[in-house]
Nanobody, 116 residues
Framework: QVQLVESGGGLVQAGGSLRLSCAAS????????MGWYRQAPGKQREFVAR???????NYADSVKGRFTISRDNAKNAVSLQMNSLKVEDTAVYYC??????????WGQGTQVTVSS
């Protein structure tokens, strides 16, 4: 089992920045991928970014060049630096980890609201 705790959401004006963090605990030795998804009201959850172990990153086209995903091995954490935020980035952001046994775990979600 892997437990995830997210932090860092909030309200920001368009063009601003936020940093999301997700700390993992439990069976962290089995994690081989960490990432972020988001879900806007009335829409399906969508992929945002992911990072594998070892580090290989992948981004949704809508966030390329604006968002950066990174890992902190010492803290067993993954972060998402979000710059040049747009109103359409407003959503609940979910941390995700995948394990070598193909289990997927989700965080509780953190709200990001971008105002115009």
């Amino acid at each position: 089992q892997v437990q995830l705790v997210e932090s860092g959401g909030g309200l920001v004006q368009a063009g601003g920045s936020l940093r999301l963090s997700c700390a993992a605990s439990g069976s962290i030795f089995s994690i081989n991928i960490m990432g972020w998804y988001r879900q806007a009201p009335g829409k399906q959850r969508e992929f945002v970014a992911r990072i594998t172990i070892p580090d290989y990153t992948n981004y949704a086209d809508s966030v390329k060049g604006r968002f950066t995903i990174s890992r902190d091995n010492a803290k067993n954490a993954v972060s998402l630096q979000m710059n040049s935020l747009k109103v359409e980035d407003t959503a609940v952001y979910y941390c995700m980890v995948g394990t070598r046994s193909s289990n997927i775990y989700w965080g509780q979600g953190t709200q990001v609201t971008v105002s115009s």
